[in-house]
């Protein structure tokens, strides 16, 4: 039995390799944005706990 299979969209067809790929690299982005917001929302909780700076 096939665990992983194809994907058919409209005309679309791809083969089980593509489609994993695909799936991983989708993932990945998908990934890579959670990480960057997590990062983004701790430097900026960090920041707002120092004192504010005067630029004069």
Known sequence: MNII???TLGNLELDPITA???G????LF????IF???NN???GALMSLL???NKN
Request: net charge positive; no cysteine; aromatic share 8%.
């Open 5 to 7: 299979l194809g994907i």
């Open 20 to 22: 994993s790929i695909l």
């Open 24 to 27: 991983f690299a989708t993932i």
């Open 30 to 33: 998908l990934g890579s944005f």
């Open 36 to 38: 960057i917001a997590r």
């Open 41 to 43: 929302d701790m430097k």
């Open 51 to 53: 004192p504010k700076r």
